[in-house]
C-alpha cells in the first residue's frame, strides 16, 4: 500500500478486458434501496406500489433495521384487468391521502414501481404530477422503479436520485464554484467529509440526496460534483444535463481511494499541493495502523466477488492494494466504465473481471477456484458455506458505514471477521 498520498494515476489508456456473461441472476431489486434512503432522506416517504412479494421483501430485509415509525410501506395492488386500473388510481390516491393525513411529518412523498404486471399497467409518473398538484406547497409526490425487471438492488439508489434531480433550483452562470457531493452516506461519514474539506480549503460542500428534502444545492455549470457511490449513472447523467461536471476520481473506500477522491475534489478547486499533501498525509498515517492487523489476516488470502451491490471493483482494489488480498474473480452487474475508469487503472491486469451474471457458471467456477473469502449475496451465502466456503455478504456493505479515512478500519474488519470466525469453528 501506498505510505504517502498518491500524486494521481499514471495511465489512462489502460484496459483490461472484461468478460459479458448473460444468464439467471441472483440479485435483489431496487426496492432494497429504500433500506437506507429512507434513513438518509429525514422527512421522504417511500410508498412501494407493489404486491405482497414486495411487502415481504422490504418487512425481512429491513425488518431487523425499524427503530422508529417507518418511512416505507406497501401499497399492494391485487390482480385485476385494464378495465380496473381506474379503481387503482381511486385507491391509490386514497391510500396517499389516508397516509398524508396520518403523516404530517412527511414532505417528500416517493411512488415507489414494482415489477408485477398490473403496476406495469399503472402510469406511476401522472399519478405522482397528479397528487402534486393536490399536495403541493406541503408535499411533492416524485416517482421511481425499484422493479426487478429493471433494477439491481443498488440501482434504486440511482432511480431515485435521477427523479429528484429536476428538483435542485438553477444555479446563474456567475456563481462561485461549488461541490456536489452525490450518494447517500451515513449522517456520521458525512460530517466527517465536511469537516475535512474545511480544513482542505473547501467551503462550499453540499450532499446529494441531502438529510432533508427542501435543503437541496442549487445546480449549474459551476457546479462539481464527485460520485461517493459507483452505481450512480442515471443520476449523474441527470445532473450534467443541469450542468453539473464530474470531477473523475476512484471512490472513497480505504485510505487510498479516500486519499484520491479528496485530492481529485482539492485539485479541480486549485487548492494547493503540498498542503493537501500534509493534510491528508497524517489521515493515511492513522488508517494504516487501524488496517494492519486486518493486513496480517487477510495478505495473500483470495476473494471472489459474485456481482451485486456494484461495489465490487473499488472493494477489489481496496482488498488487493491495501490488504494485500488476491481477487480471483470481479463479477459486477453492470460496469460503468467511465466512472470506474480511475478504479480499473489501479486493479492488477491478469485479473478477471465478469459483467453480468450466468449464476450456474459463476458458481462452477467458484467451486473450482475454492476462494478463502466470496462476497455474494443473500441468496447465494447459505448454499456456498455449505460448501465450505466462507461467505460475505455484499449487502451488509451497503448498509454499513465503510467510506473515508475513519471507517477504513471497520472496512477491513467486515471481510476479516468472517475468515477469522471460520478459523474458529475448524479449531
Ligand atoms: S419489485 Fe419485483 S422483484 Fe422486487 S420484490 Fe417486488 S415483485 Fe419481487
Not at 434512503?37 to 425481512?60: E, N, P, W, Y
Not at 475534489?265 to 487548492?271: E, L, N, Q, S, V
Request: charged share 25%; net charge neutral; proline share 6%.
Amino acid at each position: 500500500m501506498n505510505n504517502v498520498v498518491p500524486s494521481g494515476i499514471a495511465s489512462k489508456d489502460f484496459s483490461i478486458p472484461v468478460i459479458q456473461e448473460r444468464g439467471q441472476r441472483e440479485v435483489f431489486c431496487g426496492l432494497t434501496g429504500i433500506i437506507w434512503l429512507h434513513r438518509k432522506i429525514h422527512d421522504a416517504f417511500f410508498l412501494i406500489v407493489g404486491s405482497r412479494t414486495c411487502a415481504h421483501l422490504m418487512q425481512s430485509a429491513a425488518g431487523v433495521m425499524i427503530f422508529a415509525e417507518p418511512r416505507f410501506a406497501t401499497a399492494i395492488i391485487d390482480e385485476r384487468d385494464l378495465a380496473g386500473l381506474a379503481d387503482v388510481n381511486d385507491e391509490l390516491d386514497r391510500i396517499v391521502e389516508r397516509l398524508l393525513q396520518r403523516r404530517s411529518d412527511i414532505r417528500l412523498l416517493f411512488l415507489v414501481g414494482s415489477c408485477p404486471s398490473e403496476v406495469i399497467k399503472l402510469d406511476l409518473s401522472r399519478a405522482a404530477a397528479r397528487l402534486s398538484r393536490k399536495f403541493l406547497p406541503s408535499v411533492r409526490v416524485l416517482n421511481y422503479s425499484g422493479s426487478g425487471i429493471e433494477t439491481t438492488f443498488t440501482q434504486g439508489e440511482d432511480a431515485c436520485l435521477a427523479s429528484m434531480a429536476p428538483l435542485l433550483a438553477g444555479a446563474p452562470a456567475n456563481e462561485a464554484p461549488s461541490l456536489l457531493i452525490v450518494g447517500t452516506l451515513a449522517d456520521v461519514v458525512e460530517d466527517q467529509f465536511q469537516r475535512l474539506f474545511a480544513e482542505l480549503g473547501i467551503d462550499k460542500v453540499r450532499f446529494f440526496p441531502p438529510r432533508t428534502s427542501t435543503d437541496l444545492a442549487s445546480i449549474g455549470p459551476n457546479t462539481r460534483y464527485l460520485l461517493a457511490q459507483p452505481f450512480l449513472a442515471d443520476a449523474a447523467r441527470a445532473l450534467e444535463e443541469r450542468g453539473a461536471v464530474r470531477i473523475a476520481a476512484p471512490f472513497p473506500l480505504g485510505a487510498e481511494g479516500t486519499s484520491l477522491w479528496f485530492k481529485a475534489a482539492c485539485d479541480a478547486f486549485g487548492i494547493d499541493s503540498e498542503h493537501v499533501q500534509k493534510v491528508l498525509a497524517a489521515k493515511i498515517a492513522r488508517v494504516q495502523l487501524s488496517l494492519a492487523p486486518h493486513r496480517e489476516r487477510l495478505a495473500g488470502k483470495t476473494v471472489f466477488f459474485f456481482p451485486d451491490s456494484q461495489l465490487e471493483i473499488p472493494l477489489a482494489r481496496f482488498l488487493s492494494r491495501e490488504l494485500g488480498m488476491r481477487p480471483v474473480e470481479i463479477g459486477i452487474p453492470f460496469l460503468h466504465r467511465k466512472h470506474l475508469a480511475e478504479e480499473l487503472e489501479m486493479l492488477a491486469p491478469d485479473i478477471r473481471i465478469v459483467e453480468g451474471q450466468h449464476v450456474d457458471n459463476q458458481l462452477d467456477r467458484c467451486r473450482v477456484a475454492k476462494p478463502d473469502l466470496v462476497v455474494c449475496g443473500l441468496g447465494l451465502a447459505n448454499p456456498l458455506e455449505a460448501l465450505g466456503m466462507t461467505t460475505k455478504w455484499s449487502i451488509e456493505l451497503v448498509f454499513t458505514p465503510i467510506q473515508g479515512f475513519e471507517q477504513a478500519g471497520d472496512l477491513a474488519g467486515l471481510f476479516s471477521r468472517p475468515l477469522q470466525r471460520r478459523l474458529k469453528l475448524a479449531a
